[in-house]
């Protein structure tokens, strides 16, 4: 699968995903200080699933409804980072299709997942 991981989001997770054959791209590594809405509209363009801790895209993806391939918000603060890409990649290969999409919260012990209404690209 194609994600695009936000600036804040742990490298160890992005290491975990590549390892796992993900096609990852890391805002740290090439996009780093770019807006929230920039990070969305080139994970949109690119059709990569967003991966972030921070609770703005889920602001920015009912407001505008712009959303096409997905967002993984990662609540998973409290945790060491070796975790938090387990529980990630956990996540992710045992929900695939269905993240595509949906704006999908992880949370220690519980996953939501909730399929977006998104209007056809044009």
């Known amino acids: 699968m194609n994600f695009f991981a936000d600036e804040g989001v742990d490298g160890q997770i992005v290491a975990r995903l590549r390892e796992d054959g993900h096609d990852v791209l ?4 090439d996009f780093s200080g770019v807006e929230d809405e920039e990070i969305l509209r080139l994970s949109n ?3 990569r699933i967003l991966i ?3 609770k703005d895209f ?4 009912y407001r505008d409804k712009s959303i096409h ?4 918000l990662s ?3 409290e945790l060491p980072s070796e975790k938090k890409a387990v529980i990630v990649s956990n996540v992710i290969q045992q929900f695939k299709e269905q993240l595509i999409g949906s704006f999908t919260v992880i949370q220690p012990g519980r996953v939501r997942i909730k399929k977006m209404q998104i209007p056809p690209r044009r």
Do not use: C, H, K
């Not at 391939?69 to 993984?72: C, L």
């Open 75 to 77: 609540r998973l603060y």
């Open 69 to 72: 391939s997905g967002i993984i």
């Open 58 to 61: 889920g602001e920015l993806a």
């Open 45 to 47: 363009e690119n059709e």
């Open 52 to 54: 972030t801790r921070d």
């Open 26 to 29: 890391y805002a740290a590594e």
